[in-house]
């Protein structure tokens, strides 16, 4: 098992930038695969970034592609998510997600573990 914190979030004004960090506990987290998804008000849950188990492999919607980099360091039992170009849109609460696994995950309902959130704020 597995528990995720996240943190980094805040209000920025649209073109910023923000790294959102999720701090993981437990002795296997090379064995996880991770993602970071995003909920705005009134709306599902939508994946954001999804990332393998060695950082070899990762996925992006199509709405952050060369705006958003999702990175991790198994040393430290971290994943990133560096955000630029931040756009109105991109207001929600972000959450980090972890299952095991060595295959590239990219959908909401593979995902077992999740953190709390935090909440990114893009004012125009």
Not at 17 to 34: E, P, Q
Not at 79 to 87: A, D, I, Q
Not at 93 to 120: H, K, P
Request: charged share 20%.
């Amino acid at each position: 098992q597995v528990q995720l914190v996240e943190s980094g979030g805040g209000l920025v004004q649209a073109g910023g930038s923000l790294r959102l960090s999720c701090a993981a506990s437990g002795r296997t987290f090379s064995s996880y695969a991770m993602g970071w998804f995003r909920q705005a008000p009134g709306k599902e849950r939508e994946i954001v970034a999804t990332i393998t188990w060695s950082g070899g492999s990762t996925h992006y919607a199509d709405s952050v592609k060369g705006r958003f980099t999702i990175s991790r360091d198994n040393a430290e039992n971290m994943v990133y998510l560096r955000m630029n170009s931040l756009k109105p849109e991109d207001t929600a609460a972000y959450y980090c997600a972890a299952r095991r696994g060595f295959e590239l995950y990219v959908t909401y309902s593979d995902y077992d573990y999740w953190g709390q959130g935090t909440q990114v704020t893009v004012s125009s």
